[in-house]
Nanobody, 119 residues
């Protein structure tokens, strides 16, 4: 089965940086689409970033473009989210997600990791 374990969240001051990691288990990780979503208190889950099997094909929400970078290490079955220039509005629980079919049907999720950005 597909299993995702995300980590790396924490408390950081505005302008600081964090790197989230998501370790995946399952067959053919290199062909999976991987993504990050977040959910702030009182808000719906929103898309943050995704990366296709082709590493150069990445997508970002406008709110994080230029500040966040998604990457993957297929040898380690791991996807990362480098978050720079963090803002208080980035505060949320961040979830790793996967579509083993290589599309955008994210049916597998990590447990979530809390990111809190203080002003």
């Amino acid at each position: 089965q597909v299993q995702l374990v995300d980590s790396g969240g924490g408390l950081v001051q505005a302008g600081g940086s964090l790197r989230l990691s998501c370790a995946a288990s399952g067959p053919s990780f290199s062909t999976w689409t991987m993504g990050w979503f977040r959910q702030a208190p009182g808000k719906d889950r929103e898309f943050v970033a995704s990366i296709q099997w082709n590493v150069v094909k990445t997508f970002y929400a406008d709110s994080v473009k230029g500040r966040f970078t998604i990457s993957r290490d297929n040898a380690k079955n791991t996807v990362y989210l480098q978050m720079n220039s963090l803002k208080p509005e980035d505060t949320a629980v961040y979830y790793c997600a996967a579509d083993p079919g290589g599309g955008s049907h994210f049916g597998f999720w990590g447990q979530g990791t809390q990111v809190t950005v203080s002003s």
